[in-house]
């Protein structure tokens, strides 16, 4: 059995098929572990969800910020925005089935030492806090008031730092955002930077990869992360990077969990 972990999809189904096939992916012998962002953006949002759905329990998938905003407009918390390849999924046939087995999946993933997020693990948290804070959330997601939940994360500011004060909806605000969008962090306070949008060498100011800022708390896990495309397919100690930006013609990635082998579905440039 061989787990592999893709980064984020996009809607690039086509890609993720050749990958699997170059794989030789076997749904009932292999696992697949992917960083979330499933659909949006790219060219087959519905064909990606639904192929990622029917590998079933083949295929285990974090929450990303683009799946959540789904989520947000299905519920009609979230209006699409100019771009947005969202509207195939909710006027199929089979929309609403997808969103609700989108909002059964995890914000969070640990095996062992193997952890699987979309975006990051806020660097203020210890792992068992980050791993209570997903738990957290999730249920919140997947439990009755999910409505009333998407409203909270998607309705207003974002509180770029955690504290005991805060309000219920602003704790889930800040958790969505950690787990989902976060990138770069203030090297002093910690607090979310949510405006720089580049790589991670040149932020305009004073600010730090969140992997950076995190010191040793999670110096023994091997962690997968996507979402940051600018980033690109990268190895920083105990963090993978997986958003190789297929959807902006830069290949879908895929490594073994185990050990570092790495698959791409071109010949991509990154991997020479
Ligand atoms: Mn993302």
């Known amino acids: 059995m061989t787990t592999y972990v893709i ?3 996009h809607g ?3 890609e993720l098929s050749r990958l699997l096939k170059k794989l030789k992916f076997n749904q009932k012998k292999d696992r697949l572990w992917l960083t979330g962002d499933l659909i949006n953006r790219g060219p087959k949002s519905l064909e990606a969800i639904r192929l990622v759905r029917d590998l079933g329990h083949a295929a285990v ?3 990303g910020n683009h799946d959540l905003h789904l989520l947000g407009c299905w519920t009609g918390v ?3 925005r100019a771009g947005d390849t969202v509207d195939e999924i909710l ?3 089979d929309g609403d089935e997808l969103c609700e087995w989108l909002r059964q999946q995890p914000l969070m993933v640990r095996e062992k030492q193997h952890v699987l997020v979309h975006a990051g693990l806020y660097p203020g948290w210890s792992i068992e806090t980050c791993e209570k804070r997903a738990r957290k959330l999730e249920a919140q997601l997947s439990g009755d008031n999910y409505r009333e939940t998407l409203e909270n994360i998607f309705d ?3 509180p770029l730092q955690d504290s005991k004060v805060l309000q219920r909806h602003e704790r889930q605000r800040f958790t969505a955002a ?3 969008r976060m990138r770069f962090v203030n090297p002093d306070s910690l607090a979310l930077n949510m405006s720089e949008k580049g790589g991670p060498s040149s932020p305009s100011s004073h600010a730090l990869p969140w992997f950076e800022a995190a010191g040793n708390e999670f110096a023994e896990l091997n ?3 996507g979402h940051w495309a600018a980033l690109g397919h990268q190895q920083h100690q105990w963090l993978t990077a997986l958003d190789s930006g297929c959807v902006w013609g830069g290949g879908l990635t895929a490594v073994e969990r185990d050990k570092p082998t790495v698959s791409c579905c071109e010949d991509c440039s990154h991997l020479r």
């Open 7 to 9: 980064g984020d999809l």
């Open 12 to 14: 690039c189904a086509d």
């Open 61 to 63: 998938t974090v929450l």
């Open 78 to 80: 979230r209006t699409a």
């Open 91 to 93: 006027k199929a046939h």
């Open 156 to 158: 207003g500011k974002t």
């Open 178 to 180: 950690a787990f989902t």
């Open 223 to 225: 962690v997968f992360t």
